[in-house]
């Protein structure tokens, strides 16, 4: 197979005339694509992948590592036992065209405690 590098811009201009089907095959085959690569397939993982390096590439910062799996509420560990719950979210508010308003997907008890990490 000849590989050649493909920009985004020229995927992203070639998605919206895929046929549905096709689009429904090339989601399945990104997923696999991930899944071979060991990355990330939903927000929830990549959001703790991205904060654990993140942790662990910043001075001052504990190290942190995934808790193990079904550990109910808690994404990381840091090297003394403190337990971090990580959130991923893509967009805070959709539109309520019902109520004519906003609907913000988070508390704002939890926005208050949260800090925020954008990657740069």
């Given at each position: 197979m000849n590989a050649r590098?493909?920009?985004?811009?020229?995927?992203?201009?070639q998605l919206p005339v895929l046929a549905d089907l096709d689009l429904l095959r090339l989601r399945a085959?990104?997923?696999a694509e991930l899944k071979r690569r060991g990355l990330a397939s939903n927000i929830?993982?990549?959001a703790e992948s991205l904060?654990?390096?993140?942790?662990?590439g910043t001075s001052g910062r504990p190290n942190l590592q995934l808790a193990p799996t079904?550990?109910?509420?808690?994404?990381?560990?840091?090297?003394r036992g403190d337990r971090y719950s990580i959130k991923g979210v893509l967009d805070r508010r959709s539109w309520d065209s019902?109520?004519?308003?906003?609907?913000?997907?988070?508390?704002?008890?939890?926005l208050a405690r949260s800090t925020l990490f954008?990657?740069?």
């Open positions: 590098a493909i920009a985004i811009s020229e995927i992203q201009e085959r990104i997923a929830g993982q990549a904060v654990i390096a993140f942790y662990n079904g550990t109910q509420n808690v994404d990381a560990l840091s090297r019902r109520m004519n308003a906003w609907y913000v997907s988070l508390a704002a008890k939890t954008a990657p740069g």
